[in-house]
């Protein structure tokens, strides 16, 4: 493990304990204490410091004050792929560090409002990881979608954005400046995104070779975990995704939603919309893209409920093929996302080819490994093999055809990997964050150029509420308190961040909200939160539930 994610680490704690020092635990009031009543262990997984020394250190940072407080905490490094798949898809965890993408599908609010809060997104595989349900939420969170006004919708965005600042199912760390890396000196025209970096798809069909090398190397400091686009719900796997998969609509650089495989859009009344394609569109192997194609997508996300999508399309009554370049979209209600975000992240998918995978059932559909996807977009996939290489070509017949002939994904073991393979000119684009000592060393090379944008994803920090004592408000209020999060931001960050109140980010200045409850580091304030909680403290610190309130075994 390298110097900064040992020596830093403990520097940092040392400089936090001084907050509390002379935070004395007494015994309770109530005398001694039935060892019962004491909140068990907590675990805590964290990634590896190699995956992402960010997360791995204010994990444990937050887990030592966790300690501070009376709670036995466990920090437990997880790979990616296994992290994924216990913390995201199957919500079995404690709680867990994770990064928000900001990806350019969540700059409409609803991925942040609706589907990581609303009760109805808390199944296996959905985005509620937490298991967060508040009616009272809710209704603001529904209201937020209905409102088809921009100014009327922000009212109810900025009123989610309270009440979750107030109930802090999950605790927001930290928006973490996209530092990024280009080989400037054999590619021009690169495209940077807010939140996404030269991730971002309008980077790959924009920049253009300089020399006569005409593949750009992408780097990423892992490989893909799934191409199947119905179940995946990885942010890398969809970057990847939507270069072979075209949509209806797309999210331009600025933030706005665009007409992309739709030629045109029609809105009949409030609850129907026509969307005729782009004439003479084809799968990659050669079928024409037709409205039946859309229509069945969108059968198919309901047939099998999808998890990934399931959400995004809850809210249509039905798509129909009006004629062949003709689809009709019929909404339960208004809807203010519908656009830019169901049409904006929803593939389209070539029905001659899942409908004889949907033949055998819809647990075949979800198993379905997809890995030679074929879709309508840019590139096209040549070839994978797991874990060393992928080679995307670029579809040249497609009406924005890329001005490369491909890309080469090279799956790195860390980010170390990928530092050391921008550095070497092994790889083009940076695929992942770079540290800002990892961009400072980069800079001295002449073949890179180095690019800092706004992030409006963001660093958090799960914690399960259908577990407790996660269940308790008092709990994660006090949990929150206990994050020093200026710290983090100065010190592991070194300043190119800002701290994270909201679920909706200061760069995303029209649906921030400024004036919700802000929680800043307070050991004292944590405590004084448990104890008018009634949670108690024996002679060695630890904390107990309040008298009659333990949770059943």
Request: aromatic fraction near 12%; charged fraction near 25%.
């Amino acid at each position: 493990m390298r110097p900064f994610a040992v020596t830093k680490r403990w520097l940092l704690i040392a400089a936090y304990s001084l907050a509390v020092v002379g935070m004395v635990f007494g015994t309770s009031a109530c005398g001694k204490l039935d060892t019962s009543e004491m909140v068990r262990e907590i675990e805590l997984y964290v990634t590896t410091a190699d995956y992402d020394p960010i997360r791995y250190e204010f994990g444990n940072m937050a887990a030592e004050n966790w300690r501070k407080l009376g709670f036995r905490v466990k920090v437990t490094p997880l790979a990616w792929p296994r992290l994924s798949q216990q913390g995201i898809q199957e919500h079995d965890f404690d709680a867990f560090t994770l990064n928000w993408a900001g990806l350019s599908s969540r700059i409409d609010p609803d991925h942040f409002v609706y589907l990581t809060l609303h009760s109805s997104q808390e199944a296996k595989g959905r985005y509620n990881i937490v298991g967060y349900k508040n009616p009272d939420y809710d209704k603001v969170a529904e209201a937020s979608r209905a409102s088809m006004d921009p100014e009327k919708r922000k009212e109810y965005v900025w009123e989610a954005q309270r009440i979750a600042a107030e109930d802090q199912p999950y605790i927001p760390i930290a928006h973490r400046n996209t530092l990024t890396a280009y080989n400037s000196r054999d590619f021009t025209n690169a495209k940077p995104m807010m939140g996404e970096g030269l991730n971002t798809f309008w980077n790959w069909i924009n920049i253009t070779p300089k020399t006569d090398r005409k593949t750009v190397v992408w780097g990423y400091p892992s490989d893909v975990t799934s191409l199947n686009p119905l179940v995946t719900v990885n942010a890398h796997d969809h970057q990847t995704l939507r270069l072979f998969y075209d949509r209806l609509v797309r999210v331009n650089p600025e933030g706005k939603p665009e007409l992309w495989a739709a030629q045109s859009m029609k809105q009949i009344d409030p609850l129907t919309v026509d969307f005729t394609l782009r004439d003479g569109m084809t799968f990659h192997d050669g079928q024409p893209v037709t409205a039946e194609d859309v229509a069945y997508t969108f059968q198919l996300i309901n047939d099998v409920k999808s998890p990934y999508f399931l959400g995004l399309v809850s809210f249509i009554e039905s798509v129909t093929a009006k004629d062949k370049l003709t689809v009709e979209f019929k909404l339960k209600a208004p809807t203010a996302s519908f656009v830019a975000n169901t049409l904006g992240q929803v593939y389209i998918l070539p029905k001659h080819v899942w409908s004889s995978i949907y033949a055998q059932g819809a647990q075949a559909v979800l198993n379905y490994k997809n890995e030679k996807p074929v879709g309508s977009g840019p590139f096209k996939m040549e070839y994978w093999r797991r874990d060393e290489e992928m080679k995307l070509a670029a579809n040249k017949s497609h009406w924005v055809a890329p001005k490369v002939d491909g890309i080469l994904k090279l799956p790195y073991a860390n980010t170390l990997g990928m530092v050391a393979g921008l550095e070497a000119g092994e790889c083009d684009v940076a695929g992942w964050d770079l540290e800002p000592a990892q961009a400072d060393k980069l800079k001295s090379k002449s073949h890179l150029t180095i690019i800092e944008v706004p992030n409006h994803g963001f660093y958090h920090i799960n914690l399960n509420m259908r577990r407790p004592p996660f269940d308790d408000k008092a709990v994660r209020l006090a949990m929150a308190y206990a994050v020093p999060k200026q710290q983090i931001v100065d010190q592991l960050l070194e300043g190119h961040g800002q701290v994270a109140d909201s679920i909706i980010g200061p760069a995303n200045a029209f649906w921030h909200n400024p004036n919700i409850k802000k929680i800043s580091f307070s050991m004292d304030q944590a405590r004084k939160i448990l104890k008018d909680a009634g949670y108690r403290w024996d002679k060695q610190g630890y904390i107990y539930y309040p008298k009659g309130k333990v949770p059943k075994p």
